[in-house]
């Protein structure tokens, strides 16, 4: 059941990052960027992944953990989630920078902790998320 809602989490986390990034066309395309910025291809391949990844490797967790260990991942993936998607809304639909930089920032340290308990709990797991991380 737990696995469940770890697909159901990431499928949020796809749909609506993806609504909020193409909410308006061009804007991002106007900002300056750093010259070693991959392509936009390479995100569309990279982030179909990263939902993967994140969706596999949180079920084998969720489904291996003991039930605390596994409910604290869900609660960690969940709390990750909620700020990467409050970072794509914020950054992508009123374009507050500042905020979307601290949103993103909570993310970032968040998924760490989740490749951690990834790791604790099933070592294929904790790998398959590095990549995200």
Excluded: K
Aim: net charge positive.
């Amino acid at each position: 059941m737990l696995a469940i809602l770890v697909v159901l989490l990431v499928l949020t986390y796809a749909v609506l990052s993806g609504r909020w990034v193409g909410h308006e066309p061009g804007w991002y395309d106007t900002l300056p960027r750093p010259a070693w910025q991959p392509p936009p291809w390479v995100f569309g391949i990279a982030w179909p992944l990263n939902f993967v990844a994140l969706a596999v490797a949180g079920s084998a967790v969720v489904a291996n953990a003991p039930r605390a260990a596994a409910w604290g991942f869900l609660a960690v993936l969940a709390a990750s989630i909620a700020l990467a998607l409050g970072w794509a809304y914020t950054f992508y639909v009123p374009h507050r920078l500042g905020v979307a930089a601290i949103l993103l920032a909570g993310a970032c340290a968040l998924t760490w902790v989740l490749v951690a308990l990834a790791f604790g709990q099933v070592t294929w797991a904790g790998w398959l998320l590095i990549p995200y991380a």
